[in-house]
């Protein structure tokens, strides 16, 4: 066969052969089959799984293969035809994509390395499945803790119910059976003052007016007790009240010609029941007013936040509360003076209505002008209307 540019064809070398021909020919065949096929696996392998192969050096693979496949088929030509330039130019291609791979996968052997094995996989497998186990079990003791706990809670709360509806019940029994006999006994007392007319001596019409007194107290104090068994059972609703205006309409409705000075610093405005709160404001006016010592009565007003919620200061300028009394101030029925009337429990429901709120009342122990009263409401976050009864 006739060279191109002087060279010989790769025949000459095998003296054309045919067994050598067919041996080199056919290995160049497979060889560049093979070369061609395998890329195509490893693209489909690329796509369907990007998880287990780097794309791009699945793609560098790829290019370095079909190189390789392509050289060995070209080798098939030379045999018969010497397109030397043309060889050495796809052999240098497939060097500079060969080194381009090497030098790429070189980085990735530890990370390979690094990769779980089969085993490793179905070891840590296993532990997910003997966690999803156990998890799976402590999820169905919390569950079964949780229900058991959920009728605990249904049980008391029942309990809790029926508890009240006696105590109010007898509370309204009570009532009943103790406003007959007090209006019986100043009936009585009347009845008896009218008999003895003018023959009674000043002694004896004393102890009957003290015997009317006492009924007409015994009689504000039942009511009183019945307002606090419904006090208790009253849920605080939620909304914003402004504590300005709320005093102001108090003062102008219930102490209308009392000489009372109110000073409120700034808008305060608390979450809560302005029907509660204008109960509890009441009671603390009530004291100012009964307790007062000074011609005119001044009641301050004044809040600020705090991490923990607003606090609120409500002040008068009576005579205070003695530091020895402050801490009973709000029990039931307590009271540390005898010379103003009174049933002692106006603070107690200031208590009372503070709880309902989430909040709490103190008396001021470092206030030294009167009684100063410190409220302390939640923030208006942590208070809301579905909050349960306390």
């Known amino acids: 066969m006739q060279s191109l540019h002087g060279f010989m064809p790769h025949g000459m070398c095998y003296l054309w052969r045919l067994d050598i021909l067919i041996m ?6 497979l060889i560049g089959l093979s070369y061609l096929s395998i890329p195509v696996v490893i693209w489909w392998i690329s796509v369907k799984r990007p998880d287990i192969l780097f794309r791009p050096i699945a793609y560098l693979f790829i290019l370095f293969i079909i190189f390789c496949g392509v050289t060995h088929l070209f080798s098939i030509y030379t045999v018969w035809t010497p397109a030397y330039f043309i060889e050495g130019g796809l052999k240098l291609a497939t060097a500079v994509v ?3 791979t ?27 499945q003997d966690e ?16 058991s706990l959920e009728r605990q809670v249904q049980r008391r709360t029942s309990e809790l119910e029926r508890s009240n509806g006696t105590l109010r019940d007898f509370a309204a029994g009570a009532s009943h059976d103790l406003k007959a006999p007090a209006r019986q006994i100043s009936l009585l007392a009347d009845l008896a003052q009218r008999e003895l007319g003018g023959a009674a001596s000043p002694k004896a019409l004393g102890y009957l007016h003290d015997v009317k007194s006492k009924s007409r107290d015994m009689l504000m104090l039942i009511d009183t007790l019945l307002s606090y068994s419904d006090l208790v059972e009253t849920k605080a609703e939620s909304s914003a009240t402004a504590l300005k205006p709320l005093l102001e309409t108090l003062l102008r409705e219930y102490y209308p010609d009392a000489p009372i000075t109110l000073n409120v610093t700034g808008d305060p ?11 509890l404001f009441r009671n603390l006016v009530d004291n100012a007013v009964k307790y007062a010592d000074t011609p005119k009565i001044v009641l301050t007003l004044d809040s600020h936040e705090t991490a923990n919620g607003l606090v609120v200061r409500f002040a008068d300028n009576g005579p205070g509360i003695p530091a020895n009394q402050a801490e009973g101030a709000f029990k039931m029925m307590q009271r540390y003076r005898s010379d103003v009337p009174g049933s002692g429990v106006g603070l107690a429901f200031c208590a009372r209505i503070m709880e309902a709120h989430d909040g709490k009342i103190i008396v001021d122990p470092d206030y030294d002008d009167g009684a100063r009263f410190i409220l302390s409401f939640p923030p208006f976050e942590e208070f809301a209307d579905d909050k349960p009864d306390h």
């Open 24 to 29: 080199h020919v056919l290995a160049d065949v």
């Open 98 to 100: 060969s080194v381009a």
């Open 102 to 128: 090497a030098v790429v996968l070189w980085p990735l052997l530890p990370k390979a390395l690094a990769m779980p094995s089969s085993e490793q996989l179905a070891q840590s497998n296993k532990s997910l």
């Open 132 to 147: 999803v186990k156990l998890r799976t079990g402590a999820e169905r003791q919390l569950t079964q803790l949780t229900n």
């Open 269 to 279: 405005t608390v979450q809560g029941d302005e029907t509660l709160l204008a109960h």
